[in-house]
């Protein structure tokens, strides 16, 4: 299996988990969805760090989003298997940054930043890091879930907001932009200032992405700089 292929949909035996003493219920069911997931699997078999890698491959194939890229932001990038494709797909030259508030463990090719994204106080480093303008920010951060649909919404959002707040800064002409929402789309505010800094913009959901999963992805291309909405 080459690093982009997805896995197969042949179904294999299911594999089934017991409660063990101590574990919660909630843990068993986790645990068996992923020993049950192939794109757990194939993420092993690839060397990705994680199943996410192929959210990204599958996105790029549809929409193109790193052809010609030299200089791509991931952020909420721990444990890295989007940076991983990132420069698995552009090769040498490219300036990959990840940016995460927990530790991404040492990638080639890539400059991983322990830091709050969030931080208006990180934006500095982040430009120096990626040594110019971006062609790509990718964003897939997420936040603990509460298990209220309304307040999980808010955080993504808030998330997704801050991404394109940095997006605007650091995207030069024609640039990319990709972040994680939830079903629902991205919020009309949003939605609409993504469609005037940007010539498209359009909603995903892969198919690495599970199908009981509520998150879907916002894709916007063509970055043409900050334009104001009129009073």
Not at 31 to 53: E, F, H, I, M, T
Not at 70 to 90: E, I
Request: include cysteine.
């Amino acid at each position: 299996m080459s690093r982009s292929t997805p896995p197969s949909s042949r179904r294999s035996a299911a594999v089934r988990v017991k409660t063990a003493r101590g574990r919660k219920p909630s843990s068993t069911r986790w645990l068996q969805r992923q020993l049950n997931d192939p794109y757990v699997k194939a993420a092993q078999d690839a060397g990705y760090r994680s199943r996410a890698a192929f959210k990204l491959l599958e996105l790029d194939e549809r929409f193109g989003l790193l052809k010609g890229a030299r200089r791509v932001l991931d952020l909420g990038a721990a444990p890295g298997g989007w940076s991983q494709v990132a420069v698995a797909k552009l090769g040498p030259g490219t300036v990959v940054v990840a940016v995460d508030i927990s530790e991404v463990e040492a990638l080639a090719g890539v400059t991983a930043l322990q830091m709050d994204a969030l931080d208006p106080d990180s934006l500095p480093a982040m430009t120096t890091a990626l040594g110019g303008q971006a062609d790509i920010v990718m964003s897939d951060m997420a936040a603990a879930s509460t298990g209220h649909t309304g307040t999980d919404h808010l955080r993504v959002m808030a998330l997704c907001e801050a991404a394109i707040d940095i997006a605007e800064d650091v995207l030069g002409p024609d640039g990319a932009f990709v972040a994680k929402v939830l079903k629902g789309g991205t919020e009309r505010e949003l939605l609409d200032r993504l469609k005037r800094n940007f010539a498209k913009v359009r909603h995903a959901k892969p198919p690495a992405s599970r199908a009981d999963s509520a998150e879907v992805y916002v894709v916007a291309q063509g970055f043409r700089g900050v334009t104001r909405e009129s009073s």
